[in-house]
Every structure is written in structure tokens, then in C-alpha cells.
């Protein structure tokens, strides 16, 4: 499902650069890019690059190896921003769909739609025991 999602937005891409940010250590080195080659077999023979590959998500994997193989890290992260970002996107148009209802038509989202797209849990209690109550006259 997520690869026919994928291949609607993305049609005509060939799949040899996204194997080489899947599983770099499968790929021949004919197939990555000539600027990127050498440090690409630098990090074929790297036993330590080889386990964290395996222990790490594919994206923290290639944000630590940016420090020793430089091109080769940012030719794979160019190939993987754009689905972080068009996840995000879906998420800001699907949550401004939820609050531009037709019973809640308000000018101005921003702050609407900031505390609908924060990742950050909103502490209600804490925010209410530290509210004072409005004393009487």
C-alpha cells in the first residue's frame, strides 16, 4: 500500500538511489554516483558502519555517517526528504480541514492549527492548578 502511494506521487523514479539509502550494503558500487563512489566503499568495508546500519533507523543511521562520508550521506538524505515533508504537508491540509468546518469558520488558523499539529501533549491539570480562582467581592 504505501509503495502504489509512493509510486502515485512519484511515478517515474528508477529505484537504484533508494537502494542505496534501503540497503547501501547491497548495492554495486556501479550504481552510486561517481562523486560518491570512494566514500562509498569506505562504508561497505566499515563493520561498525555495517552494525549500526542494522541496530539504527535508516534516517539516524545516515545523519551520523554525514560526519565521515559526507557526499555519500547528503546524496541520501536529498533522496529522503521528500517524504518526511509531504507527510507533514497531508497532515497540515488534513488537520485545516477539521478545523475550517463549516460550524467553525474562523479568519485566522495559525493558533489553531499550531496546537493541532504540535507534537507536544497539553498538560490541561497543571495548567488549571496553577490558574487562580477569580475571588469573590
Known sequence: ???????????????????????PFTVKVEDVPETAQEEFIDLINNDAARTDFSTMPLTKFWIKCLQLYPILSETVLRLLLPFPTTYLCETGFSSLLVIKSKYRSRLVVENDLRCALAKTAPRISELVSKKQPQPSH
Open 1 to 23: 500500500m504505501l509503495a502504489d502511494e509512493i509510486s502515485s506521487y512519484f511515478p517515474n523514479l528508477p529505484d537504484t538511489p533508494f537502494a542505496l539509502a534501503r540497503s
